[in-house]
């Protein structure tokens, strides 16, 4: 199965700033990775799927992007509410797999 | 309003079984396949299984594979999950959740999901 690594574990930074979340794959996985949004007490939230497409309401400050088997979320200004946990999943082939996780939290 | 409910959850023995629903609403349930994903504190998001829209594809993880079965009754716009030799790993958070794309063989992406329920095995 395909192990997707997600670094780092957890990112301190403040509202206003930039983030930049990684995601790598131990195989390649083409351009079928998705990537969620998690705050607790919530179901996983869709953000980008296929690397680089925006899901259905969400803001223009969440991009994705891929370079071989390295993936990357970045949000470009950070708001209050994105602070929450970030997971990214393949959909290549069978077994779907998502990666580990990136807690995002507040500085 | 797109809406998955899940129901069925609780506490079981180990050795039980249990089995969990998903209604719903808000979308043509029969044309799209459907999974079930769990989230454990320690081991974060697990995929567990996926049924296409006409149930005539199925896709288990091997964890759960010859313990679990995945269903659908598309005339009750409901999917199923039945859950036999559970142990204490199997305590979870169960969630279902929507292919974005149609009917065919889709590994995710996930674009709607469920609040989720709860499953807890312990003696």
């Known amino acids: 199965e395909i192990v997707l690594t997600q670094s780092p574990a957890t990112l301190s930074l403040s509202p206003g700033e930039g983030a930049t979340l990684s995601c790598r794959a131990s195989?390649?996985?083409?351009?079928?990775l998705a990537w969620y949004q998690q705050k607790p007490g919530q179901p996983p939230r869709l953000l980008i799927y296929?690397?680089?497409n925006r899901a259905t309401g969400i803001p223009a400050r969440f991009s994705g992007s891929r370079s071989g088997t390295d993936f990357t979320l970045t949000i470009s200004r950070l708001e209050p509410e994105d602070f929450a946990v970030y997971y990214c999943?393949?959909?290549?082939?069978?077994?779907?797999?998502f990666g580990q996780g990136t807690r995002l939290e507040i500085k | 309003q797109v809406r998955l409910v899940e129901s069925g959850g609780g506490v079981v023995q180990p050795g039980g079984s249990l089995r969990l629903s998903c209604t719903a609403s808000g979308f043509s349930f029969s044309s799209y396949g459907m999974h079930w994903v769990r989230q454990t504190p320690g081991k974060g998001l697990e995929w567990m299984t996926f049924l296409r829209s006409d149930s005539n594809e199925q896709q288990y993880a091997d964890f759960v594979k010859g313990r679990f079965t995945i269903s659908r009754d598309n005339s009750k716009n409901t999917l199923y999950l039945q859950m036999n030799s559970l142990s204490a790993e199997d305590t979870a958070v169960y969630y279902c959740a929507k292919n974005r794309e149609g009917p065919g063989s889709y590994a995710g992406p996930f674009d709607i999901w469920g609040q989720g329920t709860m499953v807890t095995v312990s003696s």
């Open positions: 195989q390649s996985v083409g351009s079928y």
């Open positions: 999943q393949h959909r290549n082939n069978w077994p779907v797999t």
């Open positions: 296929d690397a680089s």
